[in-house]
């Protein structure tokens, strides 16, 4: 009986709603009606719910990527100082006065970004374990033009560097800051047009971004032609191209 009289209301109440009418029911159905009100909302509001709920799902999701090539210009240089000997104490008076010679001599030089990125000083053991002296050593970087990097390399040997740890062949930040931008213009456009294709396939077409991610940090390739060789005074050092890349991943509703 109360299933039947339930029924009857939510029938009453969405003819109501529907043509406009009003009048006034019996007092038992309008306690009924209170009990099974919120039924009857959720009822009436179920079908814009699932045409919500169907258009949030109509979504692609794709991926761009787009790399842009520029010249390396610039050469990073990682070299050192090193020296050994018997006592601590002279061990490190010497890296001083060598490391002094070698930074004054580079500060002359048209360079950037010259710093110190280490300073050690550690025991050397003999094959007994015995104590035979110490190892001192700094380690320097500094950024120049790749035109200028071979004679300033073999300067900086001929006043005190002992090694030449890593030479690295790269474009100045602006200019990769630049390339980075054009790689993610790329990756948009690239993403869309993947987008495009698979809808246009299906007989669909795009509507809106909803959602977009970069993917990471920006990638880096190095691409070097010629070679790097320390033995001769004046070696060469040819920079090559530089490939900035960039990924993005857009949510796509159609």
Aim: hydrophobic share 45%; net charge positive.
């Amino acid at each position: 009986m109360t299933r039947s009289l339930g029924q009857t209301w939510l029938q009453t109440q969405t003819k109501r709603l529907v043509c406009g009418v009003t009048s006034s029911i019996a007092t038992s159905g309008l306690m009924l009606g209170a009990a099974i009100a919120p039924l009857a909302a959720q009822f009436i509001a179920m079908p814009e719910v699932i045409a919500l709920t169907t258009i949030q799902e109509r979504t692609i999701s794709v991926s761009g990527n787009g790399s842009v090539a520029i010249p390396s210009t610039h050469a990073v240089v990682r070299l050192g100082v090193e020296v050994q000997g018997r006592d601590a104490a002279s061990v490190q008076a010497q890296l001083a006065a060598q490391s002094n010679t070698l930074v004054d001599w580079l500060k002359k030089q048209a360079l950037e970004d010259l710093q110190t990125q280490s300073i050690s000083l550690s025991p050397r053991y003999g094959r007994n374990s015995e104590l035979i002296g110490y190892t001192a050593s700094t380690t320097l970087t500094f950024r120049t033009a790749i035109a200028d990097s071979g004679k300033v390399i073999d300067g900086a040997v001929k006043n005190g560097a002992t090694r030449i740890n890593n030479i690295s062949l790269t474009a100045t930040p602006a200019a990769i800051q630049e390339a980075r931008k054009q790689a993610l213009i790329l990756a948009s456009q690239n993403a869309q047009a993947e987008a495009d294709i698979v809808l246009g396939a299906l007989g669909l077409s795009r509507r809106e971004i909803i959602g977009i991610q970069l993917q990471g940090a920006p990638s880096f390739q190095f691409a070097t032609r010629g070679g790097i060789a320390m033995e001769a005074p004046g070696a060469p050092i040819v920079g090559g191209e530089q490939t900035i890349s960039a990924f993005v991943t857009m949510q796509i509703r159609y």
